[in-house]
Structures are given as structure tokens and as C-alpha cells.
T-cell receptor, first 114, second 114 residues
Framework: NAGVTQTPKFRVLKTGQSMTLLCAQDMNHEYMYWYRQDPGMGLRLIHYSVGEGTTAKGEVPDGYNVSRLKKQNFLLGLESAAPSQTSVYFC?????????????FGNGTRLTVT | DAKTTQPTSMDCAEGRAANLPCNHSTISGNEYVYWYRQIHSQGPQYIIHGLKNNETNEMASLIITEDRKSSTLILPHATLRDTAVYYCIVRPIPYGGSQGNLIFGKGTKLSVKP
């Protein structure tokens, strides 16, 4: 049981390049989330999904797209990377809406856009 | 904006109890208090959550005031490995759809010293 796995762990992009960050969870969780973390800013929600085939915008969705084609995977795409997207990206998942549904996080993807 | 207020940093001596306060004066009746921590270069880790009663698990205790406007996370015997940023979050239950956003503030940086 690996929990939440993020790939890649590190990536350097040039401005305008595109890439996809992959998040996989093996806990059969319904809910999945993408956050970004910047120094002094805490974690900010980019997009989330409440189930396979669904996605919704979070606090800072601009410049990102997501897809949830399979329940266990949640993809975050950057179509045209910008230096402002340099950040650490965390994926998380949770079981559902019950009171005992804490978020389980991956260990992050460190992205630098030059 | 985060719905909680926490001190920016705290120190604790190894082996002593660490008491981390959190103010959530605008908490609603259906919102739980969750605590997470983030050790350097790792993803956030769930610690504990509660509604109005005090809670205890293998990691920590959570004390919530009777008016629910504040809470305290207690690490009974802090170790060097407990050095981390601790986040206090309020979250409605059930959550989903637009209620699924989970706002992390800036947290408290706890430094456990030998």
C-alpha cells in the first residue's frame, strides 16, 4: 500500500513548455486534490475532483488543467508554463464526506520554470 | 482566506509537552477542527481532528474550548522528529462540491530543541 504517489519528483521547464504531473492513489479514495505551496503562502488549492470523471476549480486554477479519467489517477497539466508556476505541487486524496476523512498527501513535485 | 489564526513559531524542549494554540473564532456549527503537520521536504501529515469534544490518538491530543472558538494541539512528549510546521484547519462535514476546498494557512513552525 503506497498511499499517494506523485511523479516526477523534480522537473525544470522553460517558459512556454508544457508538462503533466501524475498523482496515483491506491486507497480507493473518491476525492483527490492538487495544491501548490509557495514560501510564506501555505498550501493553496488548485483543482479538485469528487469522483471519477469530475473536476472542479479551487482557489488558484488559472494556468492549470486537470483530468480524472480513472478513479486512482488525477493529472495536473500546465499547457504553457510560466515562471510564476515555480512551486512545490502536492496531490492529496480522501475517502469521502464522512467525519473520518482526513487528507492523505504525496511527497510533492518540485517544479522550476525558467 | 484562512479561517484560523496561529502563532508563526514556537520552541519546545525535547521531552516536554508542546502546546500549539489555534484561534478559529468564526467557526460554524458544522465545521470540524483538523490538524496537520509538514516536516521539511515532505507532504503534509494528518494528526487529529475533532468537533467539540477533546480527542486523543497515538500522536497527539486536541483540546477544544467549550465555545469552540479556539483549540490546542498537545504533543505530550515532543521529540526532535516533531520539528515541523503545524497547520490548524476548519472544515465542514460533510464536504464536497464547493465545500471541498481546504484552506491551509501559514501554520506554526515548531522547533523542538535538545
Amino acid at each position: 500500500n503506497a498511499g499517494v504517489t506523485q511523479t516526477p519528483k523534480f522537473r525544470v521547464l522553460k517558459t512556454g513548455q508544457s508538462m503533466t504531473l501524475l498523482c496515483a492513489q491506491d486507497m480507493n479514495h473518491e476525492y483527490m486534490y492538487w495544491y501548490r505551496q509557495d514560501p510564506g503562502m501555505g498550501l493553496r488549492l488548485i483543482h479538485y475532483s469528487v469522483g471519477e470523471g469530475t473536476t472542479a476549480k479551487g482557489e488558484v486554477p488559472d494556468g492549470y488543467n486537470v483530468s480524472r479519467l480513472k478513479k486512482q489517477n488525477f493529472l495536473l497539466g500546465l499547457e504553457s508554463a510560466a515562471p510564476s508556476q515555480t512551486s512545490v505541487y502536492f496531490c492529496a486524496s480522501s475517502h469521502g464526506t464522512g467525519r473520518n476523512s482526513p487528507l492523505h498527501f504525496g511527497n510533492g513535485t518540485r517544479l522550476t520554470v525558467t | 482566506d484562512a479561517k484560523t489564526t496561529q502563532p508563526t513559531s514556537m520552541d519546545c524542549a525535547e521531552g516536554r509537552a508542546a502546546n500549539l494554540p489555534c484561534n478559529h473564532s468564526t467557526i460554524s456549527g458544522n465545521e470540524y477542527v483538523y490538524w496537520y503537520r509538514q516536516i521539511h521536504s515532505q507532504g503534509p501529515q494528518y494528526i487529529i481532528h475533532g468537533l467539540k469534544n477533546n480527542e486523543t490518538n497515538e500522536m497527539a491530543s486536541l483540546i477544544i474550548t467549550e465555545d469552540r472558538k479556539s483549540s490546542t494541539l498537545i504533543l505530550p512528549h515532543a521529540t526532535l522528529r516533531d520539528t515541523a510546521v503545524y497547520y490548524c484547519i476548519v472544515r465542514p462535514i460533510p464536504y464536497g462540491g464547493s465545500q471541498g476546498n481546504l484552506i491551509f494557512g501559514k501554520g506554526t513552525k515548531l522547533s523542538v530543541k535538545p
